[in-house]
């Protein structure tokens, strides 16, 4: 019998040992997810917020998930999936110690004050740093925070739904172990007029 990942032993793909997904939304979440299902053996995800009933329209969970902790619903549908995957949950802020040991750090995360730190403190530290966000039409996956853009670090909650949130995740995890250099900034679908 062939093994899970027997068909994508020839892609020669880098696979990081231990990555953290900071921001475990509707992007992280899927990151997280899709990062297991493609052989990632310890994952560390961070995030404080639970899940809401707006997530479900991008997220694959039952309603019963609502006001739980998006790091702890992760957790389980991964070491479901992967019972193999040694997974951390961290249902709290960013702080650096969390993942000193890490290969990869993927920020998810709606803030620009975080997305500085982590960035800064991934540089600082020699650790791939990936920035993946959308705020419901536009896409964006950086290396860095600037080319992400500025803002006043304010949260804010924006339109989102199932086809960036995926689509975005899949890119990630294709920059992560396949194609580090790829970068994109811009709408998923250019409207016509």
């Not at 997904?21 to 997280?32: A, I």
């Not at 006001?67 to 961290?90: M, Q, S, T, W």
């Not at 995740?169 to 580090?180: D, N, Q, R, S, W």
Request: charged share 25%.
């Amino acid at each position: 019998m062939p093994g899970i990942y027997d068909r994508q032993e020839k892609l020669e793909l880098n696979l990081p040992e231990k990555i953290a997904v900071v921001g475990v939304g509707g992007v992280g979440f899927w990151v997280g997810l899709l990062s297991a299902l493609s052989g990632v053996k310890q994952i560390i995800l961070i995030d404080e917020d639970y899940i809401e009933e707006t997530n479900l329209n991008r997220l694959p969970l039952p309603i019963s998930a609502i006001g739980r902790k998006k790091v702890d619903v992760a957790r389980e549908l991964i070491i479901k999936l992967r019972p193999d995957a040694i997974v951390f949950a961290y249902p709290q802020k960013f702080f650096p110690p969390m993942v000193s040991s890490v290969n990869v750090i993927i920020d998810c995360t709606d803030d620009i004050n975080a997305q500085r730190e982590l960035y800064k403190f991934a540089s600082e530290n020699r650790i791939t740093f990936v920035r993946a966000g959308y705020d419901g039409v536009h896409i964006t996956l950086a290396n860095k925070v600037s080319q992400w853009g500025e803002g006043d670090g304010r949260y804010t909650v924006v339109p989102s739904w199932i086809c960036p949130a995926v689509n975005l995740a899949t890119l990630v995890v294709g920059k992560m172990m396949k194609y580090p250099d790829f970068e994109f900034s811009g709408d998923f679908i250019k409207e016509e007029k």
